[in-house]
Each structure stands twice: as structure tokens, then as C-alpha cells.
Nanobody, 121 residues
Framework: VQLVESGGGSVQTGGSLKLSCVVS????????LGWFRQAPGKEREKVTS????????YYSGSVKGRFTISTDNAKTTLYLQMNSPKPDDTAMYYC????????????????WGQGTQVTVS
């Protein structure tokens, strides 16, 4: 299993940015897919997650209404649409995947990408 993020970069406050995460080698028919972030000196924070078997989603309070998680029809690419980002959203963003015996609220994931940096100024 491999997860590869892309799409990070610099964005101005109030702008938009879309992150992608390609999931390859997934042996299951569904998954919990999530986006996490970690800023320097801070603990890792779960941002949002989606269950691909039923399309249920979870958002942290800090991003609800501004960020949107989605997948492509093949469910091999995970997206994070970031609208109206704020400087507090600056962090390394990671995508993660968990086999389908999962629940949206869980924090522990088995598979992780290498991360993509997002800087909001």
C-alpha cells in the first residue's frame, strides 16, 4: 500500500488550495481515509475523514465549513479542498488509510503518506 500526497504550497488567507492523495495497492473494497496535519511544535491533529463504503464524513471543528474531503469515483484518489484558509492552517498535511474495520472518529491509522506542506500567509 502506498499513499502519495501532492498539491501543497503557499496560499494567501482567504484563497483556496486542493490537496490530492493517490492510494495504490489497496487490497480492500472500502477504507477509512483521512487527512491529518502537524504544525511545528504542535501535536498531530486529525482534520477530516471519509468512509468510502458509505460516504460518511467527519470534520474537526476548526475546519468544518471551510474544508471538504472527497474521493474520485474509483476511490483511489483522496482530495482535500481547502477554502478560506487561515494562517493557523499552516502545517504539514498527511493522508492516511485504514482497512474497512474502522470508524470515522478513530485517530490511529495504519497507512500514511509522506506529507505535503501547506503555508498560509
Amino acid at each position: 500500500v502506498q499513499l502519495v500526497e501532492s498539491g501543497g504550497g503557499s496560499v494567501q488567507t482567504g484563497g483556496s488550495l486542493k490537496l490530492s492523495c493517490v492510494v495504490s495497492g489497496w487490497p480492500y473494497t472500502a477504507a477509512c481515509l483521512g487527512w491529518f496535519r502537524q504544525a511545528p511544535g504542535k501535536e498531530r491533529e486529525k482534520v477530516t475523514s471519509i468512509y468510502t463504503g458509505g460516504r460518511s464524513t467527519y470534520y474537526s471543528g476548526s475546519v468544518k465549513g471551510r474544508f471538504t474531503i472527497s474521493t474520485d469515483n474509483a476511490k483511489t484518489t483522496l482530495y482535500l479542498q481547502m477554502n478560506s484558509p487561515k494562517p493557523d492552517d499552516t502545517a504539514m498535511y498527511y493522508c492516511a488509510a485504514e482497512p474497512p474495520y474502522c470508524w470515522l472518529g478513530q485517530e490511529e491509522y495504519t497507512y500514511w503518506g509522506q506529507g505535503t506542506q501547506v503555508t498560509v500567509s
